[in-house]
């Protein structure tokens, strides 16, 4: 039985209409008109124990709404919700003790506190055993290095450091289910490889569910191997990454380093994009010409001294899709 199912959900919002002028303001005043929102529209999908999902989609595409009625926030306006085998929006207390949640943006960690001080409010909050809180706190002191700042205000503690707090925070309680929402926000190299080991760990380790949310493709690339894409609140692609690449993802680049960086390269099926002293970029089709092929082409007529051939990012591969529209291109799998 999938831990997450959502059934047909559509969450519709009331916005108040904005009159021009100063006697539509006048107006406003007295007589205000509405217009309805449609932020999530017949959207399903279920998750099972212990995955790991990106969801993801350009700003505004209904991303935060749909975390917003699995963590109880929010009532859809329609279709149902099941998280853990209860229905969110009916029993908040209880699904918050099934839940944990990281926004990038905010923190639940109390601003002029030491970060340890937070920790132990939360733990009774959630009413944390002594044994679980202080096993918890090990784990998470080693993988996350929070005894630097553990004695530190929250308000006084970098990005990084409270990213690392707030997803120690969030799993204090040992949630069967982690929303991840921007988790690598503003975080620099080390930190986001940190952050995702972690997440990485815990999911593998304690078989915790994860939905991650992020404009950052890598994120996606690097933790899931599924991602459910929506825009304009609905549903266009729920399956493998690997599936997205492999359809959309027909566009290769052969980096090639020649002995005699002035050669000309008019090579059939491959068009030169770079060039930079003795080495040169060629885009090809892989449905038209194998890369075996290009490069036995390319050995026939310049002398090769390395070569690599390198696959679309998936973040060119959705940036793509965004900009080419949905229509027919993506279906369930």
């Given at each position: 039985?999938?831990?997450?199912e959502?059934n047909?959900?559509?969450?519709d919002?009331?916005?108040?209409?904005?009159?021009?002028?100063?006697?539509?303001?006048?107006?406003?005043?007295?007589?205000?008109?509405?217009?309805k929102?449609?932020a999530?529209k017949d959207i399903?999908?279920?998750?099972?124990?212990?995955?790991?999902?990106?969801?993801i989609?350009?700003?505004?595409?209904?991303?935060s709404?749909?975390?917003?009625?699995?963590?109880?926030?929010?009532?859809?306006?329609?279709?149902?919700?099941?998280?853990?085998?209860i229905v969110p929006?009916?029993q908040?207390q209880?699904?918050?003790?099934?839940?944990?949640?990281?926004?990038?943006?905010?923190?639940?960690?109390?601003?002029?506190?030491?970060?340890?001080?937070s920790?132990?409010l939360?733990?009774?909050i959630?009413?944390?055993?002594?044994?679980?809180y202080?096993?918890n706190?090990?784990?998470?002191?080693?993988?996350?290095?929070?005894d630097?700042?553990?004695?530190?205000?929250?308000?006084?503690l970098?990005?990084?450091?409270?990213m690392?707090?707030?997803?120690?925070?969030?799993?204090?309680?040992?949630?069967p289910?982690?929303?991840?929402d921007?988790?690598?926000?503003?975080?620099?190299?080390?930190?986001?490889?940190?952050?995702r080991t972690f997440?990485?760990?815990?999911?593998?380790?304690?078989?915790?569910t994860?939905i991650?949310?992020?404009?950052d493709?890598?994120?996606?690339?690097?933790?899931c191997?599924?991602?459910v894409?929506?825009?304009?609140?609905?549903?266009?692609y729920?399956?493998?990454?690997?599936?997205?690449?492999?359809?959309?993802g027909?566009i290769?680049?052969l980096?090639v380093?020649?002995?005699?960086?002035?050669?000309?390269?008019?090579?059939?099926?491959?068009?030169?994009?770079?060039?930079?002293?003795?080495?040169?970029?060629?885009?090809?089709n892989?449905?038209?010409?194998?890369?075996?092929?290009l490069?036995g082409?390319?050995?026939?007529?310049h002398?090769?001294?390395?070569l690599?051939?390198?696959?679309?990012?998936?973040?060119?591969?959705?940036?793509?899709?965004?900009?080419?529209?949905?229509?027919e291109?993506?279906?369930s799998v």
């Amino acid at each position: 039985m999938p831990i997450i199912e959502v059934n047909n959900i559509n969450k519709d919002f009331m916005v108040a209409k904005r009159e021009t002028g100063f006697l539509g303001s006048v107006r406003s005043l007295f007589k205000r008109e509405f217009i309805k929102k449609e932020a999530v529209k017949d959207i399903s999908f279920s998750i099972e124990k212990g995955e790991m999902v990106g969801y993801i989609g350009p700003n505004g595409a209904g991303k935060s709404t749909t975390i917003k009625m699995l963590t109880g926030i929010l009532v859809p306006s329609s279709g149902t919700i099941k998280v853990n085998g209860i229905v969110p929006y009916e029993q908040r207390q209880k699904n918050a003790s099934n839940i944990g949640v990281v926004f990038g943006q905010r923190t639940q960690l109390w601003w002029d506190l030491p970060t340890i001080e937070s920790f132990e409010l939360l733990k009774e909050i959630y009413q944390v055993s002594d044994a679980r809180y202080k096993q918890n706190m090990e784990i998470y002191q080693e993988i996350l290095g929070l005894d630097e700042f553990l004695n530190t205000p929250v308000r006084q503690l970098s990005l990084g450091q409270r990213m690392r707090a707030d997803i120690a925070a969030s799993l204090l309680h040992d949630p069967p289910i982690l929303f991840l929402d921007e988790p690598t926000i503003g975080l620099d190299v080390v930190a986001k490889e940190k952050m995702r080991t972690f997440i990485q760990e815990i999911n593998r380790e304690r078989k915790v569910t994860v939905i991650l949310t992020t404009h950052d493709m890598e994120d996606i690339e690097k933790l899931c191997n599924r991602m459910v894409l929506i825009d304009h609140g609905q549903k266009v692609y729920d399956g493998d990454i690997s599936a997205v690449k492999e359809r959309f993802g027909k566009i290769r680049t052969l980096v090639v380093d020649v002995e005699n960086g002035e050669a000309t390269f008019d090579i059939v099926g491959a068009e030169v994009v770079k060039r930079e002293a003795n080495r040169v970029w060629l885009q090809f089709n892989r449905d038209e010409i194998s890369a075996s092929e290009l490069i036995g082409r390319i050995t026939q007529t310049h002398s090769i001294k390395d070569l690599t051939v390198e696959e679309p990012a998936i973040e060119s591969i959705i940036s793509r899709i965004y900009q080419e529209g949905f229509e027919e291109k993506l279906v369930s799998v």
